[in-house]
């Protein structure tokens, strides 16, 4: 199973970008997918997860700027990324829960992607 994800770069404040990330392997059905960042110096955090039913829980600090969506028919999450703020710098990872073979919980995360808001 390969979590790909793409999307991130160099943007300015209040600047947006989108962040994508796919996963792949057949013996995988995937249930939650979401996106974690972590900072320099910090922990990596939650910053939005969705279901398979289409349920969204966010980070408070990235509410009403962020929006994550998910294409189940390819296993797919993206994640809109508006009014970004310096704050918002870090690497962000994407995430996906499920089961492999139907039976084994398992989650797999994919190679982090930068993202820094400059001034």
């Known amino acids: 199973v390969q979590l790909q994800a793409s999307g991130g770069g160099l943007v300015q404040i209040g600047g947006s970008l989108n962040l994508s990330c796919a996963a792949s392997g057949s013996v995988f059905s995937v249930n939650d997918m979401g996106w974690y960042r972590q900072a320099p110096g910090n922990e990596r955090e939650l910053v939005a997860r969705?279901?398979?039913?289409?349920?969204?829980d966010y980070a408070n600090s990235v509410k009403g700027r962020f929006t994550i969506s998910r294409d189940n028919s390819k296993n797919a999450v993206d994640l809109q990324m508006n009014s970004l703020k310096p704050e918002d710098t870090a690497v962000y990872y994407c995430k996906a829960e499920g089961l492999i073979l139907g039976v084994s919980p398992a989650t797999f995360w994919g190679k982090g992607t930068q993202v820094t808001v400059s001034s």
């Open positions: 969705i279901t398979s039913g289409g349920s969204t």
